[in-house]
């Protein structure tokens, strides 16, 4: 399985961005997606996951309400529209895989999931 996520940019704060992070293999519709990222310094933290395609969606405290996950299935691609973007939220945003789903607890930990794509670089000014 291989993961591809694209989209970063500069923006300014109350801007808004869609990340898309296409995945190779057959059964995407099963697999649970999630989106992490990592800004200077710090670790990298949960973000966004959905759990299979028609499944739950999972969200960080800080990005509830502003940022929302979906995929299209068709397209083997998992996408990240970000709104009312902050400089807090600058940082490098990668997609990964678990290939047969999460749930719960298991979706907003990094350590569950089996394959990572590159990072994409988002940065906010303010």
């Known amino acids: 399985v291989q993961l591809q996520a694209s989209g970063g940019g500069l923006v300014q704060a109350g801007d808004s961005l869609r990340l898309s992070c296409v995945v190779s293999g057959s059964t995407f519709s099963s697999y649970g997606m999630g989106w992490f990222r990592q800004a200077p310094g710090k670790e990298r933290e949960f973000v966004a996951a959905s759990s299979w395609s028609g499944g739950s969606e999972y969200y960080a405290d800080a990005v509830k309400g502003r940022f929302t996950i979906s995929r299209d299935d068709a397209k083997n691609t998992v996408y990240l529209q970000m709104n009312s973007l902050k400089p807090e939220d600058t940082a490098v945003y990668s997609c990964?895989?678990?290939?047969?789903?999460?749930?719960?607890?298991?979706?907003?930990?990094?350590?569950?999931?089996?394959?990572w794509g590159q990072g994409t670089l988002v940065t906010v000014s303010s």
């Open positions: 990964a895989a678990q290939g047969f789903g999460c749930l719960g607890d298991g979706c907003y930990d990094l350590h569950e999931y089996d394959h």
